[in-house]
């Protein structure tokens, strides 16, 4: 399974992770490089491989039955790229930043690998006094996301935006906060690559009244969890390559 990892996915995904049509492909995040490979070796400890028909090799972590992708054991701050999902699972540098989530009922949430890092790769939502944000799936992006369930989407109170225990206030599921908002459209362009940012700081900030600190992103130097300082986010972020592109 090994090999077939290597070649099965490539073909099958290089359309399913160029969120924008702008959108030049990102160079190198860092000194280091990877391929699918390194997906499949360092996420089979915490979760399981199969093989899906529309998708290839999806991986399916080993969580509880309420997991959610963007809203389960994790946060987010406001970064240089814009809103940026903190993870607290050791693997989530990987499946947050990388590729697509899709919900299947039979096997729950399934990630597909991706070549692009993004900063989280979700549409997001707001009014009512709620922010609220969803797992873009396989072939959506910022002018693609009808088709995103209701029942996919967590809605957050304005003032908790940035709340470190945010699952505490949030709301999953709400079909009356979904119909009660409408989509951002925001981007941010960052070293002349476009990331669907969210709410801006300015917007937090008047929906708050607090200021809203951005940190940078710096990257580490191996796969762990993300760590967050008061002016940085450390995550690692490879520069994801095809096997004949390796240097």
């Known amino acids: ?68 992708p963007y809203a389960t054991d994790g946060y987010w701050t406001m970064t240089n790229y814009g809103n940026t999902w903190v993870s607290n699972y050791s693997w989530g540098w990987a499946p947050f930043h990388y590729g697509r989530w899709f919900h299947d009922d039979f096997l729950g949430w399934a990630w597909i690998p991706g070549y692009e890092w993004e ?72 070293n002349n690559n476009t990331y669907y940012s969210g709410p801006s700081a300015n917007d937090v900030e008047r929906s708050t009244g607090k200021r809203v600190s951005v940190r940078n992103v710096n990257n580490s130097r191996s796969a762990g969890r993300t760590s967050v300082s008061d002016r940085s986010v450390n995550v690692y972020r490879p520069e994801v390559v095809r096997n004949s592109e390796r240097t």
């Open 119 to 190: 900063p989280a790769w979700v549409c997001w939502r707001s009014g009512g006094g709620n922010y609220g944000w969803a797992p873009l799936g396989p072939r959506m992006g910022i002018n693609v996301n009808v088709h995103i369930p209701w029942s996919y989407w967590t809605f957050l109170p304005q003032r908790y935006m940035y709340h470190n225990n945010m699952h505490r206030y949030y709301n999953r599921g709400n079909r009356n906060y979904y119909q009660q908002t409408t989509i951002i459209n925001n981007t941010n362009i960052y």
């Open 1 to 68: 399974m090994k090999a077939i990892m290597r070649f099965s996915i490539i073909v099958l995904l290089i359309g399913l992770t160029s969120c924008y049509t702008e959108r030049r492909m990102v160079t190198a995040q860092g000194s280091s490089q990877i391929s699918f490979q390194t997906f499949y070796d360092e996420l089979s400890p915490y979760g399981q491989w199969v093989e899906d028909y529309d998708y290839g090799y999806v991986w399916i972590p080993h969580v509880n039955r309420n997991f959610q």
